[in-house]
């Protein structure tokens, strides 16, 4: 199966997220066709570059952003199956003039570009969505340079972005998180302040070549639940096996210092008083599966068992 990588290119504008794909286009990657997909030279210019004030786009920035997005999944679809070839239609074609026709005996995978700011985390979730729906696999390239040096290059350009839409850009943007979100663990941090040295270069192409061969998957990821609900319920399960045993222990114990006559008469209040203990437990860890260790349970398990015996030897009489 043709290996697929979608890679969403983050940071400001004039950052060096273009100047980096048109780099990466132009060096050869072995059995890799790459598509970049340049969104400025793709929404119509009245569209571009709303302000980040808040949670809301402009509808027609919105559209065109959609737009891109179904493009790219019915190119994924061609991908993976050379019968959908008819999915990409006249005008993903025109959106998307790089992307390769792919005959049934071609070697190509296919590493796409996502050349946009994605300055917000839902942004690039959606195109993880897209690449678990499909198996494919899904990066995060971040261009990092100074809000200064984004500020002065932007200023020669031919169609410059609105400097508040910058600022407000730098104040709002939310930058990959590879350890807090799973999905954004594939992350590349680039410094585009200065020129890339061929190394980085290198690097960047190895990470991406490597992210293209760990796809997600949903039925991947229902796997690794369940795997993970098992493991619970046989943690759980030993804790309280563990539990049990020290309350017994602790049980034989008090038959042992007593009478039999006593044993005879509360051995009933001592099996529910053990039982209500246990259940005390069941609950804690049920609601509160903290990383408590076996032996924290077991402590509090004998001192929850201590207080309830200590109340019922204040309301009996030692035989």
């Not at 994924?76 to 025109?94: D, F, G, H, K, Y």
């Not at 979100?181 to 585009?192: A, D, G």
């Not at 997600?216 to 795997?227: D, G, K, L, M």
């Not at 759980?236 to 045993?245: G, K, R």
């Amino acid at each position: 199966m043709r290996e697929i990588l979608l890679v969403t290119l983050v940071g400001l504008p004039a950052s060096g997220k273009s100047s980096l794909c048109r780099t990466l286009t132009e060096r050869s990657i072995s059995d890799y066709a790459v598509v970049w997909i340049h969104f400025d030279n793709l929404i119509p210019l009245s569209a571009l570059h709303p302000v980040p004030e808040s949670d809301s786009e402009p509808s027609d920035w919105k559209h065109w952003r959609q737009v891109i997005h179904d493009c790219v999944e019915r190119c994924i679809q061609a991908c993976r199956n050379p019968t959908n070839q008819s999915l990409v239609t006249q005008q993903c074609r025109s959106l998307l003039p790089s992307f390769p026709p792919f005959p049934d005996d071609s070697p190509s995978n296919v590493i796409f570009l996502l050349d946009d700011n994605f300055y917000y985390s839902s942004m690039r979730h959606a195109y993880y969505l897209l690449a678990k729906r499909y198996e494919a696999g899904y990066a995060s390239v971040v261009c990092c340079a100074a809000l200064t040096d984004c500020m002065e290059r932007n200023r020669v350009r031919e169609t410059a972005v609105p400097p508040n839409v910058i600022s407000k850009m730098h104040q709002r943007i939310e930058w990959p998180d590879p350890e807090g979100n799973r999905w954004e663990q594939h992350t590349f941090i680039v410094n585009t302040s200065k020129d890339i040295s061929s190394e980085t270069l290198d690097s960047l192409q190895e990470f991406l070549m490597s992210s293209s061969k760990k796809p997600f998957s949903y039925v991947a990821e229902i796997e690794q639940a369940q795997r993970r609900e098992q493991d619970r319920k046989a943690n759980f399960e030993s804790i309280l096996h563990q539990v049990d045993i020290s309350l017994r222990s602790k049980v034989q114990v008090v038959m042992q210092s007593h009478t039999p006559q006593w044993k005879s008469k509360h051995s009933k209040q001592l099996s529910d008083l053990k039982s209500d203990t246990m259940n005390a437990i069941r609950t804690k860890i049920l609601s509160d599966p903290s990383n408590e260790t076996l032996e924290a349970y077991q402590r509090e398990a004998i001192t929850l068992f201590e207080r309830g015996l200590e109340q019922l030897l204040s309301q009996t009489t030692l035989s």
